[in-house]
């Protein structure tokens, strides 16, 4: 097993937060209670409703939420006035790692300079712009908030977005496009309930064509375009799922001008209310189009046409930036110009009288593909990790690194030859900054005598120590790193498939004749959805060696052959072949740069002693000369350089 560090300790803020339904608090319920990620999250919200309690605990998988709901003096529109927010502040900065803003509200600005002035990093989830319909008084608050919104931006350290699409134009937000960071929201749908889809298709078999709206009934919405658009197409049902009337904060006035509306245009209708899990699903299975009409720029993607397009049904929705791209990277709909009520009519009969062009098994198979949530989970995972260490914090993260790395050079100086103090200390903090991510069965695939893994991971740590015969494996029991070591024929991993969460393996395929087998192989003993991290060669290696500008091809040839160089390849050449066997990259990082492959090339003759002490005393140094002013230097080579890569590290996932 993988070494565990405490969980990190996040602070998370919104205005709303659940049992409130939308889509700017539907992204992170699902993110804290979906993913599997193992952070302790304390929920900063205001109590909008006097029913709830004002502390919750919600427990799910790995995840515990802490939900504590503020007081505050009054509203204004949806915002909250709380002076009293400011003690939550600075109380539960002060017990947490880092912090999470939902964004857009201005009530978290105090929480943006408290974060910053405590040292820790502020990650920013933007959702969308604040654009409140028009008067004089609007236009005031507007620029207050987008203000507001503007300085906790400037003061986060990552911005977390959907799509490129929503802000690329935007002049407010072209100074943080190096701090965005673009993660398409997690969306997960759950089996149709069959019973409740029994029920809707009951009540709606009289007619021909069952519309479908999700969301809450609000102004920007735009209902009232597809009311319209509907009274032009015969013998038509509408449903309706989602929150309505009080139940969405200052939109009660809006939902009983559209009941006014459906009952003067005698639309057919069904109010569902709110539906979750397989009602959701069942209402998505019941209908033949789902519609998103939105008016403005406040929707910036719509989540709810992923779950219908994951279910089957197509789309049509607004050509807002942001809102579109659903239907761009599918073509599971139609894009129409918001508040054209014919556009959107006569999208709604293309796709009734040509459905098969919008859903199909190929279109639905590339939706599910497209949509992996966890491709979200674990992009935030990673940004999050990257901010912060817990519970040191990054200042304490970094010196940590620091003493990692020396403690590595110096394992190698005092037991290995020289040469390899300049190489595997870069792969090992490759893998050991990983740990967290893999998860068991652990193999490593041409584990050798375990000296590699022994610099990495603590006692019995990994499950399977696997190499040939004919290597060192005979001597890895010493290092007690492994549970079980197995011999194996270079042909076939003895194990079934989907054994293993996780494969490491540390420059063993540059050395395999046959790689593509073997890489075959890793692939079909990989869980669904494990990873393979390995560090391999590449040929860019022949080009850094010295001896070439001297000698040319022939002593490449000669180099790699004592090396046992069977296939170095290009890195567009690994990465083909990795995703030929079926595996997506999740992270390609160079390392070995030109002074460092220097060195290594200069101490394999330098090292030359070091094979006669082994071969005598099997001792690979005798008296190794260890400094700290030596160690010191070979760390600063080989963090310093960044020209000409000669080998790659992969992360790669089973898809």
């Not at 190698?412 to 190489?423: N, S």
């Not at 030929?580 to 002693?609: M, N, P, Q, R, W």
């Not at 006669?612 to 030596?630: A, C, D, E, G, H």
Request: hydrophobic content about 40%; aromatic content about 12%; charged content about 20%.
């Amino acid at each position: 097993m993988a070494t565990k560090k405490s969980p990190v300790k996040l602070l998370f803020f919104s205005p709303y937060f659940y049992p409130y339904i939308s889509g700017l608090t539907q992204y992170p319920y699902r993110l804290f209670t979906e993913s599997g990620l193992t952070f302790d999250v304390t929920c900063l919200t205001f109590r909008h409703e006097r029913r709830l309690e004002s502390r919750d605990i919600i427990n799910h998988l790995s995840t515990k939420i802490i939900v504590n709901r503020m007081p505050f003096w009054f509203r204004i529109s949806k915002g909250f006035i709380s002076p009293q927010s400011l003690s939550y502040f600075w109380r539960e900065i002060k017990r947490n790692d880092t912090t999470l803003l939902n964004l857009p509200s201005i009530e978290g600005l105090p929480l943006a300079f408290f974060t910053k002035l405590s040292g820790k990093p502020l990650i920013s989830l933007l959702h969308c712009e604040v654009l409140l319909p028009f008067s004089l008084v609007n236009c005031i608050v507007n620029f207050i908030l987008n203000c507001g919104v503007w300085i906790q931006l400037a003061l986060s350290d990552t911005i977390l977005i959907y799509t490129k699409d929503y802000y690329e134009k935007k002049f407010m937000y072209s100074f943080f496009q190096k701090k965005m960071k673009v993660v398409l929201p997690p969306v997960n749908t759950s089996p149709p309930d069959l019973e409740y889809l029994s029920s809707l298709q009951t009540k709606t078999k009289n007619y021909s064509h069952v519309i479908g709206f999700c969301g809450r009934i609000a102004s920007e919405k735009g209902v009232e375009v597809l009311i319209s658009a509907l009274f032009q197409i015969k013998d038509t049902i509408l449903l309706f799922a989602g929150p309505t009337g009080k139940d969405v904060v200052g939109e009660n006035t809006y939902f009983e001008r559209i009941e006014k509306l459906l009952a003067k245009k005698q639309i057919p209708h069904i109010f569902l209310g709110t539906l979750s899990d397989g009602k959701l699903s069942a209402f998505y299975k019941a209908i033949d189009v789902l519609t998103l009409p939105s008016l403005n720029k406040t929707e910036a993607f719509g989540m709810v046409q992923v779950e219908a397009m994951l279910q089957g049904t197509p789309v049509i929705a607004s050509n807002l930036p942001g809102v579109r791209v659903p239907i761009h990277m599918t073509k599971m709909g139609i894009v129409v110009e918001p508040g054209n009520i014919d556009g959107l009519k006569n999208a709604i009969l293309t796709v009734l009288t040509n459905r098969l062009t919008y859903t199909n098994l190929h279109l639905i198979h590339k939706a599910k593909t497209l949509f992996d949530s966890q491709k979200t989970y674990d992009v935030i995972y990673n940004v999050i990790s990257t901010e912060v260490d817990p519970p040191a914090g990054r200042q304490e993260n970094l010196i940590s690194h620091m003493n990692k790395v020396q403690s590595i050079i110096k394992t190698y100086l005092q037991g290995r030859p020289a040469f390899y103090a300049y190489l595997r200390p870069q792969e090992a903090i490759l893998f050991y900054e990983r740990i967290q991510k893999m998860k068991g069965p652990i193999l490593d695939f041409g584990c050798g005598d375990g000296f590699f893994a022994q610099t990495i991971f603590k006692k019995r740590a990994i499950d399977v120590g696997l190499d040939l015969s004919s290597s060192r494996i005979a001597q890895a029991p010493a290092t007690k790193i492994y549970k079980k070591l197995v011999e194996y024929d270079g042909i076939r991993i003895p194990y079934r498939a989907g054994t293993f969460g996780t494969i490491i393996s540390n420059c063993v395929f540059e050395h395999i004749p046959n790689i593509k087998k073997s890489v075959n192989e890793m692939h079909r003993v990989t869980k669904k959805g494990g990873l393979l991290m390995t560090t391999v060669m590449c040929s860019s290696w022949s080009k850094n060696l010295w001896g070439r500008k001297l000698f040319g091809k022939k002593y490449v040839d000669w180099f790699n052959g004592i090396q046992h160089h069977d296939s170095l390849l290009s890195k567009k050449e690994w990465t083909s072949l990795f995703k030929k066997a079926g595996f997506e990259i999740v992270e390609s990082i160079d390392y070995l740069y030109e002074e460092a492959a220097h060195k290594t090339e200069l101490y394999h003759y330098l090292s030359i002693f070091s094979l006669f002490t082994y071969m005598i005393f099997k001792r690979w140094q005798l008296l190794p000369f260890v400094s700290n002013k030596r160690v010191a230097k070979i760390q600063s080579l080989i963090e310093s350089d960044t020209k000409n890569p000669s080998a790659c590290f992969f992360v790669l996932k089973k898809i």
